[in-house]
């Protein structure tokens, strides 16, 4: 099924909506755009390398926590680094793993 990033997404969002405050949710989880799920792997793209290290470094339990409920226990999350002008048709995108913190 083509949608079902799209799907885990929205029910990850549902839960995290709950848990952090409104003003954080619009500007740090809102512009997060899912791009697909392989397996247990969902990958999502972020606007830029800062926004990618604050969700590792602020938010990465809660992100770990509902991954896991909704994919599985052993969900995985890569991110999508927009670098560059995003104005752009093609901009330069890198991927990264979420850190492995315990």
Same mark, same amino acid.
């Given at each position: 099924m083509k949608d079902q990033h799209w799907a885990a997404w929205e029910k990850c969002l549902a839960v995290i909506r709950d848990? $952090?405050?409104?003003?954080s949710f619009?500007?740090?989880f809102e512009p997060i755009v899912p791009l697909k799920l392989?397996?247990?792997v969902l990958t999502i793209q972020v606007p830029s390398s800062f926004f990618y290290e604050y969700l590792e470094e602020q938010f990465i339990d809660i992100l770990r926590k509902t991954l896991r409920? *909704? $994919?599985g226990t052993d969900a995985k999350l890569e991110y999508? *680094? *927009?670098m560059g002008n995003t104005a752009s048709s093609n901009p330069l995108t890198v991927?990264?793993?979420t850190a492995n913190k315990t």
């Amino acid at each position: 099924m083509k949608d079902q990033h799209w799907a885990a997404w929205e029910k990850c969002l549902a839960v995290i909506r709950d848990n $952090i405050p409104a003003s954080s949710f619009r500007t740090w989880f809102e512009p997060i755009v899912p791009l697909k799920l392989e397996g247990n792997v969902l990958t999502i793209q972020v606007p830029s390398s800062f926004f990618y290290e604050y969700l590792e470094e602020q938010f990465i339990d809660i992100l770990r926590k509902t991954l896991r409920m *909704v $994919i599985g226990t052993d969900a995985k999350l890569e991110y999508n *680094v *927009v670098m560059g002008n995003t104005a752009s048709s093609n901009p330069l995108t890198v991927n990264y793993p979420t850190a492995n913190k315990t």
